[in-house]
């Protein structure tokens, strides 16, 4: 018998708990290390049957550009999860070298890089919305983004979007 008989299922979990049905997950960096947790919450949550809406802005938005998405790489400057010294991240191929490492790692999990990745999670029935604000403070226009982007939406716009669910900041 559980010390805690009132959890059930998930950690901290409780039986008056209601199940989530809708999260909307922001992704503000563009780094590899910024963008994927947000892409592995999203595929969770279509996987368990769960609405998901995705909110890409500021240079998160690199993951869904179409210039940019495919070169995306680890920051390794002041990136205290690399347990680097901050110059030694700056040395000039560090960056490429430890994404590529990072790659190999997601690749024997099965993680696909993140242009395939995005279009699996928006087939799956995810939906895929770049900040309004965002694109105009950049420079950009909708031809900027891959196809699978639903819309340029406002935060006020997001928000509505959001209700009745949680929202994860990734």
Not at 4 to 21: M, Y
Not at 36 to 53: D, K, T, V
Request: hydrophobic content about 45%; charged content about 15%; overall charge negative.
């Amino acid at each position: 018998m559980s010390a805690f008989p009132e959890q059930a299922g998930a950690p901290g979990a409780t039986l008056a708990d209601p199940a989530i049905t809708k999260v909307s997950i922001i992704i503000s960096k563009g780094s590899l290390e910024g963008i994927y947790p947000g892409l592995i919450l999203a595929n969770g949550a279509r996987m368990e049957g769960i609405e998901a809406n995705v909110f890409f802005t500021f240079f998160g938005m690199d993951a869904i550009n179409r210039a940019r998405h495919e070169s995306i790489k680890v920051a390794t400057v002041g990136n205290p999860g690399l347990h680097l010294a901050t110059w030694l991240g700056g040395v000039p191929g560090m960056s490429a070298l430890v994404t590529q490492q990072m790659m190999k790692s997601m690749e024997k999990l099965d993680i696909p890089p993140i242009p395939e990745f995005i279009e699996l999670i928006a087939d799956s029935g995810a939906k895929l919305f770049a900040c309004k604000a965002s694109v105009d403070m950049f420079g950009l226009t909708r031809e900027d983004f891959i196809d699978p982007l639903e819309g340029i939406i406002t935060v006020g716009e997001f928000y509505q979007m959001a209700g009745g669910g949680q929202i994860i900041f990734t």
